[in-house]
């Protein structure tokens, strides 16, 4: 039985930088779509980046030239870099899996968490200003 697991979470201050980490422990994808999303109290779940085995990588608007997504394929283990943090990226962060490269909708790479079928517990990110 697979796992995904986070881990890096914590407090910052408003322009600083913070490493997220994301296992997928036990899983044996010949290729795969691997995510981080986030949530807040109340809104719905945000899809910020994701990566493919292929190397493939999107983001979200808001993170774009601030998040870099990275991935250590030896070791299923992806990284999310978020640097000049905001008091906005505040939010539980997941981190998700699944088999196959990642769905691509009218040319664009997915974002959306119903294409993930294995998620991570979350960690948790709290930006102050």
């Known amino acids: 039985q697979g796992q995904v697991r986070e881990s890096g979470g914590g407090s910052v201050q408003s322009g600083e930088s913070l490493t997220l980490s994301c296992e997928a422990a036990g899983y044996t994808f010949s290729t795969y779509c691997m995510g981080w999303f986030r949530q807040t109290p109340g809104k719905e779940r945000e899809g910020v980046a994701t990566i493919d085995s292929i190397g493939r990588t999107r983001y979200t608007d808001s993170v774009k030239g601030r998040f870099t997504i990275s991935q250590d394929s030896a070791k299923n283990v992806v990284y999310l870099q978020m640097s000049s943090l905001k008091p906005e990226d505040t939010a539980m962060y997941y981190c998700?899996?699944?088999?196959?490269?990642?769905?691509?909708?009218?040319?664009?790479?997915?974002?959306?968490?119903?294409?993930?079928?294995?998620w991570g517990q979350g960690t948790q990110v709290t930006v102050s200003s």
């Open positions: 998700a899996a699944d088999s196959g490269i990642c769905t691509s909708y009218n040319g664009r790479q997915t974002l959306d968490s119903a294409d993930f079928a294995y």
